[in-house]
């Protein structure tokens, strides 16, 4: 009789805990960011319920921010595996002009992603939501549990957090409350990418290293993907060869120099680096604490 | 990750190779701030590398500024996350920690100590292989030793390290060693008599027997921290016993296909296997074991896949496909531990709903019979159980469920209660035995009568009338005591004009022999539910005494309950809620009770109830207490 591996052990995890959500939710949707961790957790769903189709659509909070690679992989990507794609822009902020560059990283973020995030969850009433996140990326999400949830305000509250005793989840829910469920949540980042390589799971090329134009902003490497950087900024832009351990939107993306141009290279990079994975997100910096005081607002 | 392997530089692709085939051993620590916990796993993950630069550099800011060890670094604050938390420098909840060695991946569960955190300890252990009981090596077993030790048997854990820390600061003494061990073989002896103990001296702070075995303990001759958790065996006790899988979705993208989805708890299963669909015993054969990279041989325990049979047998979410030679029981009565979550107490008597595998019925959670004091192990009288309480109590479900006692299988005898008001998790339950077994009963043909149908809710069937003039507060006050009503699990119905007067009733007016009519109907709707076990209010003028009395008639003896709402008129005309008694004095309305038709007062109603002086919350608080009195909540 064969033994399981951890990452067949994290899998069929993973994959109760996404058909538990399908059999007892009204109503869910599996938030998509286009990520590497997205990219697994939509293969994971695709295993979940073969030969069926998973029974929830996807949905892009798009800040309007992201890299152009990936708009493309997320349109190509839902089309080929048949899913429905639900994009949603906060239209507020696009009207006001908000932006990164214009108004700050955090303005950006909480009007264009945490703010969207909750009008999207309004607006087509989801009474549960999938994310990627897991409990390794961070302090605060170490004590996050599976099956996380929120008021009708979509406010998180660490001391009404229930109990989860072995694989038994509690999905009920009072009207206009919701549930925001990770089931990657005991995956770790090497667990990531060793599955992508184990299951050949295609991901946005942006992670791979390449020639890419960058320019110097607040002591990060971006990238100029669009010319609405600023003309001053873009002019210094300067072609190196680098690659993204996390995606979101360009300007608040830091590259990081590198020539791993494949798995193997990443992961063997990642294995003799010396700085975590959220490192080059801008968000993090601000202040001790930061995330726990995010996800208290709503902010995935 | 221990980078020591030099394969990582050298020949990556050969070390993913040898790395996608690790094992995974889940463990939990148990221990208190003061014995070094949260500075033995920040050691553990240190050690194994898994701290980057920049963790290491906020760590020694953090270190010098709330740390607790002077100059050196506090390894306590890598593990106590929430902010709230590192002011008050104590961990409260359970967080989970990840790290891997070049033998195996680890999940660790990182519980709080105290008392008032038994619920967080309880929940982290119940995935857990190993755990881990942190021990100050200058004190010795300690009450909260026991404790933690009685948790973690509990939940079902055998093997355990009794981890004796801070040996640094009594000289490595082998002697104050001993007499610990010794101390804790005595205590274990009443725990578990399977369970495998490991104990280790040891300095979370010096590293000291952490990843490698130190010179300081020469006479200490047993594994370090790590080499024991790297090689004790992930025994999966579930793999050697009979096959269980609990449906958790009925697979069905067309009409060639029927595959039933779930998460094997238990055993292994092979095409060909003879299987039951538990609690209906049906039986068939496994015809695939379907997974989306193709069909297997064989499954095991742990693996989430989809089967399918040969024939099309009655399954559906919530049933357990079981090995046939040897399926589990199916009851609808246990006894069972229960460890009550919630700061809101047992209510003993109420309805909850009980969630077990992927079937969610409603259970009724009697008396405890006994508590367990979680410190001395002795059984103490308990009435209920209060939060971090844990007791020994019986439960009674609306249907059968297939179960295994919690030692034998944890998935297949762990349930969590969930209050059925605010949806919280309140009570995780472990079931021992059942009081009877449905699957040994032989059903007989019984005719289902209302006493059957009123028994199945636990409840006794009663019409509640109310009488009063319009606007006198009938249905408020029939709407408030409906919901003390359904707060305590009760099955009820409100009968009342927006509901009858719209539909059964739309053919009727307000002329007198309209209201007789009407009435009548209602009346024997009333008594049809009271057949059907419901507990029925019904709020209607209804202002003839005759009419009232035929009432009564139609239902069975004791279950008829008048209740006047006796609202004196220009009381009610004051209130005029709904603005009738304006349109009735202006001529609008004919026929209006009170104004231009005769309202009859009961004579000996059941109660009356005085809307000048009472809130319809305490009206409905009255009438509660008079049908306790009568006998009327109490179920068979």
Known sequence: MKNLTHLDRLEAESLHIIREVAAECENPVMLYSVGKDS????????????????????????????????????????????????????????????????????????????????????????????GGARRDEEKSRAKERIFSFRSAEHRWDPKRQRPEPW?????????????????????????IWQYIRRENIEIVPLYFAAPRPVVNWNGVDIMVDDDRMPEELRSTAVTKSVRFRTLGCYPLTGAVESTAATLEDIIQEMLLTTTSERQGRVIDADQSGSMEKKKQEGYF | MRLNDDLIESDIAAYLEKHEHKSLLRFITCGSVDDGKSTLIGRLLYDAKMIFEDQLASLESDSKKVGTQGENIDFALLVDGLTAEREQGITIDVAYRFFATDKRKFIVADTPGHEQYTRNMATGASTADVAILMVDARKGILTQTRRHSFITSLLGIRKVVLAINKMDLINYSQQAYDDIVDDFYAFADELATDLEIQPIPMSALEGVNITSKSNETDWYDGPSLMDYLETVPVGDRRLNTPFRMPVQWVNRPNLDFRGFSGQIAAGSIQPGDRVKSMPSGKQSTVQRIVTATGDLEQAIAGQ????TLDDEIDCSRGDVLVSAEDPSEVSDQFQARLLWMSETPLLPGRRYLLKMGAKTVTATVNAPKYGIDVNTLNDVPAKTLELNQIGVTTLSLDQAIPY?????????????????????????????????????????????????????????PAVLWFTGLSGSGKSTIA????????????????????????????DLGFTDA?????????????RLMSDAGLITLVSFISPFRSERQMARNLMADGEFIEVYVDTPLSVAEDRDVKGLYKKARAGEIKNFTGIDSPYEPPQAPELRIDTVNNSPEEAAEVILGFMREKGLLNGE
């Open chain 2, 479 to 506: 709407n408030a005591l409906q919901k003390l009503l359904f707060a305590q699990g009760k099955h009820t119905f409100t009968l009342d004009g927006d509901n009858v007067r719209h539909g059964l009733n739309r």
């Open chain 2, 404 to 460: 295994d006692p919690y030692d034998v299988n944890r998935e297949m005898g762990g349930f969590i209660l969930i209050d059925r008001m605010t949806n919280d998790t309140v009570g995780l339950g472990l079931v021992d035995f059942a009081l009877r077994r449905a699957s040994n009963i032989h059903w007989q043909a019984m005719d289902v009568d209302r006493s059957a149908l009123a028994e199945q809710k636990g409840q006794k």
């Open chain 2, 304 to 307: 989430s896949v989809t089967i």
């Open chain 1, 39 to 130: 990219a697994v957790m939509l293969h994971l769903a695709m295993k979940a319920f073969y030969p069926s189709r998973p029974p929830f659509p996807l949905m892009h909070v798009d800040t309007t921010w992201k890299f152009r690679e990936m708009i493309e992989f997320r349109d190509r990507k839902a089309k080929e595996l048949g899913f429905d794609l639900l994009v949603h822009v906060n239209e507020d902020g696009v009207r006001d002009g908000v932006g990164p560059f214009s108004h700050g990283s955090a303005v950006h973020t909480d009007v264009m992603k945490t703010l969207a995030l909750k009008q999207a969850l309004d607006k087509y009433k989801f009474d549960a939501a999938f």
């Open chain 2, 514 to 526: 309209d209201r007789v009519e009407n009435i009548r109907r209602v009346a024997n709707v009333a």
């Open chain 1, 167 to 191: 694989n038994v989840y509690n999905t009920r829910i009072n009207q206009g409350e919701s549930v925001r469920v990770f089931p990657l949540s005991n995956w770790t980042e090497l667990d």
